[in-house]
């Protein structure tokens, strides 16, 4: 008797946002729609309640169009129902996914090759080992708020989508056993949301802090504590600067003050009189040569309105940093 041959796995690979995709495992026959109660749930205008449906035939997949009202096309072509082959470009309405099958032979990937970010969804969401990327600025003002960004994933993502929606948890959500629980600790700061929840199959997702310092200047040792089950499973932490507020305002006040000084000092006529005093007959002389203390309060003015921008950006335009974490759960 002749064994039937080992399957070979196969996915789909939802693109869930733009250059994020999601990897469901292609097993069973589901439905994919908009309707939550789908295999596959796509919230998407476009897509049907029940769009399509993808199964397996022997040790092939297939997908059938629902009588969906845009239609389901592969590689640009519209079907009613068609068998699937490795790297399939598959749309319904605008969501795009793409089918995989594993193939030794094959190097390299439809979406590998893209250079997307690749995000996977396991099957066994509570004993895989998650992946956390911290983004956050080295450098902020005081009193000015900054955001702290975290994207929580089954594999490494080498940067976080910024088309990916950011969702807040709710304040009053229970602490349960499925959700890791993320908690700033930053000294002499506001932090909004004190704390947010994610739940461990919720992947991939993404949360946001907004980091206020009260302080006005120094460094702040800031953390992120992961907390699961009333135990810390890792202390990340996020140090940054706080520089000083009140630089960039001293340059603007002298940005408005120096030409206005300039003008009432042009009013007066001072002669030059060598019996001044060698300093002020030296820095009356230098700035008649200028063209007179108008002209000089003014290029000061626009001196200091310059180096008061320059101040106020040093902190805006840092950069941020990426901190790559790993959370056995």
């Known amino acids: ?23 469901f495992s292609v097993e069973k026959e589901m439905t994919i729609g908009r309707e939550e109660s789908n295999g596959i749930f796509l919230n998407a205008p476009s897509v049907s309640g029940k769009h399509a449906a993808v199964g397996i035939e022997g040790n092939q997949a297939w997908i059938q169009d629902l009588e969906s009202t845009n239609g389901t096309f592969i590689n640009q072509v519209q079907i009613k129902r068609q068998y699937l082959k490795d790297q399939d470009c598959i749309k319904l309405g605008e969501a795009r996914m793409v089918f995989e099958e594993e193939n030794p032979e094959r190097k390299n990937s439809w979406i590998k090759k893209t250079g997307d970010v690749f995000l996977d969804k396991a099957d066994n969401f509570l004993s895989q080992q998650k992946h ?6 080295p450098a902020v003002l005081a009193s000015s708020s ?11 993502a080498r940067d976080l ?6 969702r807040e948890s709710c304040a009053i959500l229970e602490e349960s056993h499925g959700n890791i629980r993320i908690m700033p600790v930053c000294p002499g700061c506001l932090v909004n949301p004190p704390f947010q929840d994610i739940q461990i199959g919720e992947t991939p997702a993404k949360r946001e802090f907004w980091i206020t310092p009260l302080s006005q200047e120094g460094k702040v040792n800031a953390s992120l504590h992961f907390i699961h089950k009333e135990k810390i499973l890792k202390i990340s932490k996020i140090p940054f600067s706080v520089l000083p507020l009140y630089l960039h305002r001293i340059f603007f006040a002298l940005a408005l003050f120096l030409p206005i000084a300039g003008i009432l000092l042009d009013l ?14 030296s820095m009356v002389f230098f700035i008649r040569m200028l063209g007179g203390p108008s002209v000089c309060g003014f290029l000061a003015g626009t001196l200091c309105l310059g180096m008061g921008f320059a101040s106020f950006w040093r902190g805006k ?5 990426l901190l790559q974490e790993e959370l056995s759960v």
Do not use: H, T
């Not at 007066?268 to 007959?281: E, H, T």
């Not at 335009?317 to 940093?321: H, R, S, T």
């Open 161 to 166: 989508p910024d088309a990916m929606e950011v």
């Open 132 to 137: 956390v990327l911290i983004r956050f600025f």
């Open 317 to 321: 335009k840092k950069g941020y940093c």
């Open 1 to 23: 008797m002749q064994s039937n041959p080992e399957k070979k796995k196969q996915w789909l690979s939802v693109e869930i946002v733009p250059g994020v995709y999601q990897r």
């Open 268 to 281: 007066p006529a001072i002669s030059l009189n060598r019996n001044l005093p060698q300093l002020v007959y």
């Open 146 to 156: 900054s955001p702290i960004q975290i994207l929580f994933s089954s594999v490494p």
